[in-house]
């Protein structure tokens, strides 16, 4: 069986897969600003007060997309 086309589906189910999409790419995003803020502690990359600043970009990331999107499946 193919799976249907985007345009197929309802609109309620775009939304939800779109909110997943956006909340698994601010983790990515969150994720990776702690792995550079770890690089920098370990001295693998030049640390130029860094490490805080990634910390703080990865939980503003993480707060804004519960505070915008909330749980799935908690419309």
């Known amino acids: 069986m193919r799976?249907?086309?985007?345009?197929?589906?309802?609109?309620?189910?775009?939304?939800v897969l779109s909110r997943e999409a956006l909340r698994r790419?601010?983790?990515?995003?969150?994720?990776?600003a702690e792995i550079l803020a770890r690089e920098m502690e370990d001295g693998a990359l030049l640390d130029r007060g860094g490490p805080d600043a990634l910390r703080l970009f990865a939980a503003v990331v993480?707060?804004?997309?519960?505070?915008?999107?909330?749980?799935?499946?908690?419309a």
């Open 3 to 15: 799976p249907a086309g985007w345009n197929h589906l309802s609109d309620d189910v775009q939304l």
């Open 25 to 32: 790419a601010a983790e990515t995003l969150a994720d990776h």
């Open 62 to 74: 993480r707060s804004t997309n519960r505070d915008a999107f909330g749980e799935i499946g908690h």
